[in-house]
């Protein structure tokens, strides 16, 4: 269950003192929080969380501000940045939960696609201000999209559960000597 793998990231990170913004994309927030809450997983982390909810309904943690999918590309950016700048830090690391279903609904038209990785993936990369997480459900789109989302990711990992583990493989990598490397987390079971 990938909430594990969300709620051990938030755990570490809340332990390094690193402040976290996620952004929710989709509602996929609250089903994330909602499977969490199933499999007996503390969602403290999530209630407290800032969060930027792009489209959805539903309110899952703190949410600091909204932005409408509905609108073109440059608004939804300029309406992002905006409620970014409610979040008074040097550094952040952003969660983003969700961007697997608006990477499908904008890959049929090319273009679109184009716009999206234009507006809202390019400007960010290389920002040393932030580290950005993006979990992705990559059975959600086709694998040309999947290669194309792949080449603006400097650190691509594949996930895999498997008894009481999860196993993180690196499959993209700045550096030639972490390709291949594998990562274990073991969880206990709740």
């Known amino acids: 269950m ?7 990231l938030l755990r570490c990170l ?5 402040p976290v913004i996620i952004v929710d994309e989709l509602d996929q927030l609250h089903i994330f929080r909602a499977q969490m809450k199933l499999a007996g997983i503390d969602t403290g982390l999530i209630d407290g969380a800032n969060v930027i909810k792009i489209g959805g309904l539903l309110k899952t943690g703190n ?8 609108k073109e590309f440059p608004i939804r950016k300029k309406h992002y940045e905006e409620v970014l700048e409610k979040v008074n830090a040097d550094y952040t690391v952003r969660i983003v939960l969700g961007f697997d279903k608006v ?4 890959e049929e038209e090319r273009k679109d696609l184009e716009s999206l990785f234009g507006y809202m993936i390019r400007p960010y990369l290389g920002d040393e201000s932030r580290t950005t ?5 990559t059975e959600l ?13 400097s650190r691509v990992f594949k ?9 993180l493989k690196i499959i993209k990598s700045p ?10 987390i073991k969880v206990k079971n709740t």
């Open 2 to 8: 990938v909430g594990i793998l969300l709620y051990r």
């Open 14 to 18: 809340q332990k390094n003192g690193l």
């Open 63 to 70: 949410v600091l501000g909204k932005v409408d999918l509905s």
């Open 103 to 106: 990477l499908a609904m904008h």
């Open 133 to 137: 997480v993006y979990f992705i459900n």
């Open 141 to 153: 789109f086709s694998e040309r999209t999947r290669k194309e989302f792949r080449e603006h990711a």
């Open 159 to 167: 996930v895999r559960f498997e008894d009481d583990r999860i196993k």
């Open 175 to 184: 550096s030639l000597s972490e390709y291949g490397k594998r990562i274990e």
